[in-house]
């Protein structure tokens, strides 16, 4: 049942454990993302220079002013419009793991729709860092069964939720916006 997942997962986050679960895109790597030596762990799984910073995951778009200094008016509407997963990277990251936030300050933030992913973050009540299931420079897996047994045994829980789901889900779409309202397009 979902609802024992989430609730397994969130007491291994708790205990600054690291989980594999899924999310609106593909699966990831996550954890507590305030707590510094969880966001380790998962750089040291990953085989990951922690200056390559991961992103978190909030299940409602006013969470997004917890996490960073001041949220430009265009990424709310942004997140309202978007009918897609959506990565949008700020400026001033506040109340994060210091070694989750990238060198020049910023942190990439996604409002997840998909059930799971967003009672896992609404249960938890602090954003979840959300990577890719795999081991830096190789290919992200799309589904449960292309993740590596080497990932599946580095972390402390492994949800069972959607294990056999066979579709091809895309990554999301990553924008970052400037402190006055500029957008790159990151990736599409």
């Excluded at 040291?44 to 995951?57: N, P």
């Excluded at 990439?108 to 992913?117: K, L, N, P, Q």
Aim: hydrophobic share 40%; with cysteine; aromatic share 6%.
């Amino acid at each position: 049942m979902m609802i024992d997942e989430i609730k397994k997962a969130c007491e291994v986050m708790q205990q600054g454990g690291v989980i594999l679960y899924p999310t609106d895109t593909v699966w990831g790597i996550g954890c507590d993302a305030t707590n510094e030596e969880a966001v380790k762990r998962v750089y040291e799984i990953k085989r990951r220079a922690d200056s390559k910073a991961m992103l978190v995951l909030v299940d409602n778009p006013v969470k997004v002013s917890f996490y960073v200094k001041e949220v430009p008016q265009v990424a709310w509407d942004l997140i309202d419009l978007t009918d897609k997963p959506l990565t949008i990277i700020y400026d001033g990251a506040k109340n994060l793991a210091p070694n989750l936030v990238a060198e020049d300050g910023s942190i990439g933030i996604r409002v997840t729709a998909e059930e799971f992913s967003k009672q896992l973050c609404y249960r938890f009540r602090k954003p979840i860092v959300s990577t890719s299931a795999n081991i830096s420079g190789e290919p992200a897996p799309a589904v449960f069964s292309e993740i590596s047994d080497d990932i599946k045994r580095a972390v402390d829980y492994v949800v069972g939720y959607r294990q056999k789901e066979k579709g091809r889900p895309a990554p999301s779409s990553i924008l970052k916006l400037g402190a006055h309202g500029e957008v790159a397009i990151i990736r599409k």
